[in-house]
């Protein structure tokens, strides 16, 4: 699969995780999409460790799957980090 279809599901899954984690994560649609890429990737890095199976090669609904899967992994995690550093 290209990259561009990739950048696409990821941005996409970067949406939907921001719809899926509650509250504001501070970095606009902007970061969000950066989240949903990056998330795409570690979806289908950590489905591709458990299963063996090359999920960067073909677009799937497992893939997909992933994709959000990560996104929201990498929104949840970010919001965790950006609370930690606020002022109290």
């Known amino acids: 699969m290209s990259i561009i279809a990739w950048l ?3 941005a996409i899954a970067g949406w939907i995780a921001s719809m899926v984690v509650p509250g504001d994560e ?3 649609w902007i970061g969000g999409l950066i989240a949903g890429i990056i998330g ?3 979806g289908g890095w950590i489905f591709g460790a458990l299963t063996g199976e090359n999920f960067m090669d073909h677009l799937t609904i497992g893939t997909i799957i992933a994709a ?3 996104a929201i992994i990498v929104v ?3 919001k965790m980090v950006a609370r930690r550093g606020a002022p109290a």
Request: hydrophobic fraction near 65%; glycine fraction near 26%.
């Open 8 to 10: 696409v599901v990821g």
């Open 26 to 28: 501070g970095y606009g």
């Open 40 to 42: 795409a990737i570690v």
């Open 68 to 70: 959000i899967v990560g």
């Open 76 to 78: 949840f995690v970010w």
